[in-house]
């Protein structure tokens, strides 16, 4: 409907508000909301847009079902309205279903603010229950789509996955398809409300299908994304203005809240790239998915076990990152396994980011650990027992620092470790948030060498030399593990693609290295249950989207 224009662009400048919402929290997301609209305001909007449930936070799971949080939610919707006069808002929030229709209790619906007061509402279309979404437990779909008339203009509203037809999913999910309805109405403009969370590749894909879109229907389309952490999540922004030739006219920041004005009809348009290699999106998107953590939690330091490894010495730039360097307590404990190497190198590490280290040696704990189970223990050989009181040990000391300082404890493992079980529970497990658990150890590396890029950051000598867990005299990981760039690749095939053992075996892969992985990921389910939660950056998480029976016996 972009013809009916001409050969001019309509003289419309809407705000985006990329804000970051706190779930449940009414007041505080409302105050975000009115500080936004002004902002915009002051910027010329004429109409402003804020993210999928911006009222609310995403995703809200249960909360929904407690009595008061709709209510509540309602009543900040309304004190809302009473702020916005004659520039309207549309705003993300929960609202009832009719409760003598049968269906589920609530919408995910969006409304359109203007002149104090509720306008119009529009309910999300297309619920998503894979990965790690779950909207059909709570929300009821809209039974039709129709455009919203405003300033002689029909602007069609979409909600997130409203906008993911089947040519951007694996397969077809649902037999409807809001954009073509609204198109076929006809509409000048499409908007989107979104909280869609990272993963690596994301921003790219969105870029693309938004792109075919605005081409396909030939009408520009206005995306505006939530940020920040909640949970496992990451949700990064990158909202999006798109022409409708599918150029981009204006591409917003990752990782950071912004409101900015742009002209949807505007004939400027951006080079198609996105800034930011692989590991700075990662880096940046763990960055801040540990500070909302921390911070909507109530926590505002950090400590975690220095191993004079590079897995503890990511965590710790990440944290340092994150939260402050000053608010950082690393501890290393070195045990009689330990090399003075890798207690220089905590130090070393420490130094450089500017937080604390204490040095504490657990060689007489574990003597005495090993005395007092020595009876127990008679006739029998020293074992991964032994390796495991080690890691234990560290781990009630690292718990006691996190409760005497109120200290948010950081796990250090990574993905391929968590992954195979290489891993102790009760031990390096411990901790309030797995920060780098979705990383494979390659993208450890990765990301270590793109962080030292202007100066050493994470000592070289972490970084170069073989990794070890220091439990066992000259332990290395490849005495027990296959080499990482290996391992690495066959997880990705067994947990991200979900391929059979003779199908990854097919692809040129060693079959008893194969099943092996394949096993250790199987058993080791009932460790990952029991694992801090993590933070999501790939397409497939342990734990959030994806749901594996502790005790059962496929044969993969």
């Known amino acids: 409907m972009f013809q009916l224009w001409g050969n001019l662009a309509p003289p419309m400048k809407i705000g985006i508000a990329q804000i970051n919402s706190v779930v449940g929290d009414f007041p505080g997301n409302a105050k975000r909301l009115i500080?936004?609209?002004?902002?915009?305001?002051?910027?010329?909007?004429?109409?402003?847009?804020?993210?999928?449930?911006?009222?609310?936070?995403?995703?809200?799971?249960?909360?929904?079902?407690?009595?008061?949080f709709v209510p509540k939610c309602l009543q900040a919707l309304d004190y809302l309205a009473e702020e916005?006069?004659?520039?309207?808002?549309?705003?993300?929030?929960?609202?009832?279903?009719?409760?003598?229709?049968?269906?589920?209790?609530?919408?995910?619906?969006?409304?359109?603010l203007e002149?104090?007061?509720?306008?119009?509402?529009?309910?999300?279309?297309?619920?998503?229950?894979?990965?790690?979404?779950?909207?059909?437990?709570?929300?009821?779909?809209?039974?039709?789509?129709?455009?919203?008339?405003?300033?002689?203009?029909?602007?069609?509203?979409?909600?997130?996955?409203?906008?993911w037809t089947e040519d951007?999913?694996?397969?077809?999910?649902?037999?409807?398809?809001?954009v073509s309805e609204l198109s076929e109405q006809g509409i000048d403009l499409m908007l989107n409300l979104s909280a869609s969370p990272f993963h690596l590749g994301k921003p790219?894909?969105?870029?693309?299908?938004?792109?075919?879109?605005?081409?396909?229907?030939?009408?520009?389309?206005?995306?505006?994304?939530?940020?920040?952490?909640?949970?496992?999540l990451v949700f990064d922004g990158h909202s999006l203005v798109v022409?409708?030739?599918?150029?981009?006219?204006?591409?917003?920041?990752?990782?950071?809240?912004?409101?900015?004005?742009?002209?949807?009809?505007?004939?400027?348009?951006?080079?198609?790239?996105?800034?930011?290699?692989?590991?700075?999106?990662?880096?940046?998107?763990?960055?801040?998915?540990l500070r909302d953590y921390a911070h909507k939690s109530g926590f505002f330091s950090a400590c975690l076990g220095l191993s004079g490894g590079i897995d503890s010495a990511l965590t710790a730039a990440i944290a340092a990152d994150a939260l402050g360097a000053e608010n950082i307590h690393g501890l290393t404990m070195p045990s009689p396994y330990s090399s003075r190497g890798s207690v220089d190198d905590s130090f070393a590490l420490a130094k450089n980011l500017g937080i604390r280290c204490d040095e504490i040696s657990i060689c007489a704990a574990f003597e005495s650990?090993?005395?007092?189970?020595?009876?127990?223990?008679?006739?029998?050989?020293?074992?991964?027992?032994?390796?495991?009181?080690?890691?234990?040990?560290?781990?009630?000391?690292?718990?006691?620092?996190?409760?005497?300082?109120?200290?948010?404890?950081?796990?250090?493992?990574?993905?391929s470790e968590l992954a195979v079980g290489y891993c102790t529970i009760y031990g390096d497990m411990c901790g309030g948030l797995a920060t780098i658990s979705d990383l494979p150890k390659t993208r450890v590396y990765e990301i270590s060498r793109w962080l030292n890029r202007e100066r050493e950051i994470i000592p070289w000598h972490t970084i170069e030399k073989a990794p070890s867990a220091e439990l066992r005299p000259d332990q290395k990981d490849q005495d027990t593990l296959p080499p990482y760039d290996i391992l690495d690749a066959i997880l990705e095939l067994y947990v991200e693609h979900?391929?059979?053992?003779?199908?990854?075996?097919?692809?040129?892969?060693?079959?008893?290295?194969?099943?092996?992985?394949?096993?250790r990921v199987d058993l080791n389910e009932w460790k990952r249950h029991q694992a801090a939660p993590g933070l999501r950056v790939t397409s497939k998480a342990f734990g959030i989207g994806r749901r594996m029976p502790i005790v059962q016996r496929f044969d993969a």
């Open 35 to 68: 500080a936004a609209y002004r902002e915009c305001i002051d910027q010329g909007a004429e109409l402003v847009i804020s993210p999928e449930l911006s009222l609310v936070g995403y995703p809200p799971r249960d909360l929904v079902f407690k009595s008061s």
């Open 84 to 112: 916005i006069r004659e520039i309207p808002m549309l705003v993300g929030y929960v609202d009832h279903h009719h409760p003598r229709q049968p269906g589920k209790p609530f919408r995910n619906a969006a409304a359109w």
């Open 115 to 163: 002149n104090g007061s509720v306008c119009h509402r529009v309910w999300k279309t297309l619920l998503p229950t894979y990965d790690v979404f779950d909207e059909r437990r709570y929300f009821e779909p809209s039974e039709s789509c129709a455009p919203v008339e405003w300033n002689g203009m029909r602007i069609g509203i979409t909600i997130c996955e409203d906008i």
């Open 168 to 178: 951007y999913l694996d397969r077809p999910l649902y037999n409807r398809d809001p």
């Open 204 to 232: 790219e894909l969105r870029r693309s299908m938004i792109g075919a879109i605005a081409r396909k229907h030939r009408m520009p389309v206005v995306y505006c994304n939530a940020i920040g952490g909640q949970d496992q």
């Open 243 to 289: 022409g409708p030739n599918g150029r981009i006219i204006e591409q917003f920041p990752g990782f950071n809240e912004s409101c900015k004005v742009v002209n949807p009809f505007a004939s400027k348009q951006e080079d198609d790239v996105l800034h930011g290699c692989d590991a700075s999106q990662l880096y940046h998107a763990l960055v801040l998915g």
């Open 369 to 415: 650990v090993k005395t007092t189970m020595r009876p127990l223990f008679a006739g029998k050989p020293e074992d991964v027992t032994e390796e495991n009181m080690q890691a234990r040990i560290r781990g009630l000391l690292l718990m006691a620092l996190s409760n005497k300082n109120n200290h948010l404890l950081l796990t250090t493992g990574n993905k």
């Open 498 to 519: 979900h391929l059979s053992a003779d199908e990854i075996i097919a692809r040129g892969f060693d079959e008893t290295t194969v099943r092996w992985i394949q096993r």
